[in-house]
């Protein structure tokens, strides 16, 4: 799974797609997911990296996981 090359993004969260002109505001973690995405990390590098940095337990990274990458395709910013 890879973003899309021409993803504008900014470290506050901001992601910009500018193939449709949609914008979108990212929390931390979901910030910290779309570096790593473009940084071509895995989904379970990617993983290993939020569970090590933030307070969070994994069952529940699983579930919002699922969440933002639905997000991510609806949003059109991710590759096919």
Same mark, same amino acid.
């Given at each position: ?13 901001? +992601? ?16 910290e997911? @779309? $570096? *790593? &995405? !473009? ?10 990296? +939020? ?17 933002? @990458? $639905? *997000? &991510? !395709? ?7």
């Amino acid at each position: 799974m890879q973003l899309k090359k021409n993803i504008a993004t900014s470290d506050s969260g901001f +992601i910009f797609n500018p193939s449709t002109g949609d914008s979108f505001s990212a929390n931390p973690i979901a910030a910290e997911i @779309i $570096v *790593q &995405l !473009k940084k071509g990390e895995s989904s379970s590098s990617i993983k290993k990296i +939020i569970i090590e940095k933030y307070d969070v337990e994994p069952n529940q990274l699983e579930a919002d996981w699922d969440d933002f @990458i $639905v *997000q &991510l !395709k609806d949003g059109n910013l991710l590759e096919n």
